[in-house]
């Protein structure tokens, strides 16, 4: 291998395949010729070792703990960036001026309202029906209702009408989602309030006590979604190209990239982490009973929140959230005895040989779902919370599959099954 190129021999016979490097010095061998002139695949499930684009939105490097949008440091923009501003960000690629924000801003308000029809959808889900369900269902059923929004492409006004549409909706949607398993009636956004402030009165008020919520947990919401708001190549995002490279439209990407979030190996995690420790507390068995049954390759027990495809040392979203848990549960005057457990938990994990021979430390969820405990988010919602904060990244990635004119994605595989054999007729089976 040199700066350049890297040589692959196969079968005594040599071929240059070109290297290319990214801003920050990854590097990739181009294979996109190899099968045409080796008759070779690679083999990779999972794609831990596939790059499937180019990318200028975010940038991670997860043996040193770093993120950024843009260019731009997570923990700079968690400490000062609005969740409306890191969106934009994401995805017009530069932070907004005042003017700009304040169009995106009134952009997102215009947009907040459901369409009368729309709602009716809400009275045929069952009451216990599963929240992310219904956002993948509602958010296809968006572009019924807004048909010229099948035609948009990546750019111009449309595009931006588009953008705030989506970014806008998926807030009520969710909220309207809780209020009907809650059977209260919905509650409709409010153009005056922050983009957080509204998601949580469409959520919390009622016709006779108006819900609003405090700079502490205005905040807390603003901190958890920049920090969900883009991640790469991960599973929900490339769900959204793999759909999108299809030239489907943004709302059917996006509906099944919340599907694929909701797994508990993705962003459902947030919520089982919860569970997990509720399980932990009420159990009073020790903690060592759980990492035992995390290391039992017989068990497949996990410890949910621990462990990432790409962070191999820390995930910088969970020391932001570690720190800000206890801040907010401070500035609300409240105690969390889950916090407890998953201190207890992660002081252990560090120390056993398992969890530090496979680099497995806590990830973004591990202490997301105690601050939305903390601001009274309930847990059937933690994903789809995740889903609203994922949503810049989604739209971005779409963007810029399309600006690339990227091909359709189709990989190969290698078969294993039967050989070519003669049907056999019912009769003599
Ligand atoms: N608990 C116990 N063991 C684990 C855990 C865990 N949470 N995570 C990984 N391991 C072990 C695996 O069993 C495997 O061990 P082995 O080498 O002895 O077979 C090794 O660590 C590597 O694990 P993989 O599953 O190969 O790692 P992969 O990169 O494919 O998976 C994942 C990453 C899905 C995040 C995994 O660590 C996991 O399941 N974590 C728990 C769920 C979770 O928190 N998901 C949220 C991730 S963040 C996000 O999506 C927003």
Redesign the pocket.
Known sequence: MTDNTATLTIDGKSYDLEIFTGTENERSIDIQKLRAQTGCITMDP?F?NTGSCFSSITYVDGANGILRYRGYPIEELAEQASFVEAAYLILYGELPTPKQLALFRAMLAEHAQLHTSLEHHFSGFPKNAPPMAILSAMLNLVSCFHPEVLEVNSEGPEFDKTVALLLSKVRTIAAFSYRMAAGKPFMHPNPNLSYCSNFLHMMFSDPYREYIATPVVDKALNLFLVL?AD?EQ??STSTVRVVGSSRANLFSSVSAGVCALWG???????A??IRMLEDIKLSGKPISHYLDM??D?NHD?????????VYKNF?PRSIILKKRVYEVLDELQQQDPLLEVALELEEKTLKDD??IE?N?YP????YSGILLRAIGIPLNMYTVL?AIGRMPGWIANWRELLEHNQRISRPRQIYTGEGSRPFVPLAKR
Not at 264 to 270: R, S
Not at 301 to 309: A, I, K, P, Q, V
């Open positions: 999972g831990g969900h991640h991960n599973c508990p190996l993705h962003g459902g995690a947030n089982a982490v995390a290391k390759k027990y996990r410890l949910m929140g621990f462990g990432h495809r995930d398992y969890f496979r497995l990830n973004v969820d591990f995740f």
